[in-house]
Structure formats: structure tokens, C-alpha cells
């Protein structure tokens, strides 16, 4: 039995990442010890699993306090032996002074979840110099961490792969790839129905791609007036004033659903059941499990650029879309929303190749070759 200490800055955000990590630590408890340093008071009240939390000074992640935080992992890292460190989303100044070894005979492993700072993801960037310059700083950090310090860097599709080879220049033996599935088993899919109904679920912003969505639907309502887009997802404040702006010009076509947390899943899963089709045109998508979802429950799926394009088949579970074409998004939601039979036939293949390519058992096969090749 493996000690695997696993870091991640917050386990109670709805996202992807935390879906993943939360899963990862449950399937790790079942045969190793696992310890899950976080900021918050997350707990996964299961066996084998314990707890730190760091409390993060003034709730910032800034120089200092980085370096202040890094310092009480580096303790709790230290006051036992540990064979396997995973470091989760962590900020760049943190990754780089926790994932250096201070024992021998560890594993660190990197898992990448997304491709910030690998590049600009989504078209001009509106960044000013300084973020620039620091940007610039942390993509140095991350280099450094991956040649010096990491023995693996887990990514979730070739695309990202790639990016991290080109942009980052990280060693292709060091990068292994685990594509995350979906408990296809848990998930009856339910009859298909002409609701007209069009649900995203994901965050609200650029890379999301959810303001060309939801100009796209505008077009769509013009067709069909009884075409709606649902929106599940956190607004940051950043978006918030943006989005909900945008929200009222776009009048009855599209609905928002708030948020709906982990706990609550029989509720998006509810949603999935009443829509049509999904939508997920993002921009550089790293992986997506809402393409997997949408499949598993035998609904089509529109997706963006990205990693999620090696789990939809054009034409055949889905489309592909410019996500930088309005008109585009717009014509893919039109031709499935008129065509009943293509719908379910996309839908039956969805299912069949998700059960075929992307059940978690695959995940965590692979994810049980690693640790014991560690």
C-alpha cells in the first residue's frame, strides 16, 4: 500500500478539475493511503483518505504568500515518508518550490488540466504588459518544473500533448496521456424528445465560448421560435456584468440555470434527459466531460477546437464548429434541431462509443499501470 499525497487548491469548486481530482482520490484510497492538501474544507468522507488545509493569507495568491504557503506543504510533506506527489492546478510559484524532491525514491507527477500559460488559448489577447511579463515568468516556472523536478506530466488528450511539447517544450517521454472517462454504467440514457432544448454546461467565459452561443441562438430563435438555449455554469465576477447584459437582450431564447454543485447531479442530469442536443463549441478545449455526458446520455454533441474533437466524430456522434463563426454554431444547432432522426442516430453512436472508448474503467486501468510502474 502507496502513500500518495495529493495537492489541489480548492476541492469545493464546480468544475472539471475538482470532479477529476475528487474521483482520482476516492479510486487511490481504495488500495493506498492517500493525503489531500487543499485550501478549503472540502472532505471526502471515505477510508484511507485524511486532510490539511492551508489556510491562504488575506485570500490571495500573491509572491509572498505563495512562498509562505509552499513553506507549510513543504512541513507536511516532509513530517512522513510519501511515495507519489500529484500536484493539481497548482499556482506557478507553488508547483515550482513544492515539486521539487526532498526524498529519495518518490514519484511527482504534474496532472494539467487546462493549457494556462502554455499560450494565448482564444484568439487577441487583451492582456496588458504587465501580465504579460508575469505570464512570461510563470511559463518559466513551468519549464523548470517539468525538466527538473517532475518524473511525469498527465494530460487528457494529444492536443494538449501537443501544446506542451511545442509551446513549452516538454520532453515527450515525460508527457503520458489518460484521457478521463465517465461512469457510463451510472447513466440510462432517456428516450429522446423534440424539447428543441439546447443545454451548455461549463463556466461562463471567453475560452467557453458562451457569448458566440448565445448570439448563435439569437439566429436560431429566428427559424425556430420554440428553440431555447439552458446555461448551467459559474459567472465570475469578472463575466458577470458582461453575461447578465447579455442575458436580457437575448430575451426568452436563452434560460440560465445558476450553478448546480456536485451533490446535486441527479439534478444536471436532469437537464441532460430534456435537451435535444448539447452545445460546446469552446476554444482549445484541453478535454471536456461534458461532450462525454452529452454522449452518454445518446445526445448529440456540437464541440469547438480542441481536445474534445478526439472524442466527438463529426458527422457521426456530433458536428465540429468554428467556435469563432456565429453563423456557423447557429447553422449546426438548426440542422440538428429540424432533423429528429439524425438526432437520436447521432445519439445511439454517442453512446456506443463512449461505452466503447471513454468508461472510467479505462481511466482507471491506466491510472493503475502508472502507479505500479512508479
Known sequence: MRKIV???????????????????????????????????????DIPN???????????KFNLINNTMISREIKKVLGKSFYDILITSNAPPVI????????????????????LRRVGNVIGKSKEGMKTRIRNEIYKKLDVLAYRNHYDKIIVYSEFMRNMLREKLQVSSNKIIKIPWGINTKSINQKPLTESKKVLYVGRIDESKNV?????????????????????????GEVERKRFFNMLKKTEDAVEYFGVITFDKREELQKLYEESQVVAYPTIDEPWGLVPLEAMANARPVIVGTGGSRESVENGVTGFYVNPFDVKDIAEKISNLLTSFDLCKTMGINGRKKVEREFDISKTYSAIDKLIEQS
Open 6 to 44: 495529493i495537492y489541489h487548491p480548492f476541492l469545493s469548486i464546480v468544475g472539471g478539475a475538482e470532479l477529476v481530482i475528487r474521483s482520482l482520490a476516492e479510486y487511490l484510497s481504495a488500495n493506498n493511503l492517500v493525503h489531500v492538501i487543499s485550501h478549503d474544507e472540502y472532505r471526502l
Open 95 to 114: 508547483d515550482y518550490l513544492i515539486s521539487e524532491k526532498r526524498q529519495a525514491n518518490t514519484q511527482h507527477f504534474c496532472w494539467r488540466h487546462d
Open 49 to 59: 483518505v485524511t486532510y490539511t488545509n492551508i489556510k491562504i493569507p488575506h485570500k
Open 211 to 235: 457569448y458566440r452561443l448565445m448570439e448563435a441562438m439569437k439566429i436560431v430563435r429566428q427559424k425556430d421560435k420554440d428553440s431555447k438555449l439552458i446555461i448551467v455554469g459559474p459567472v
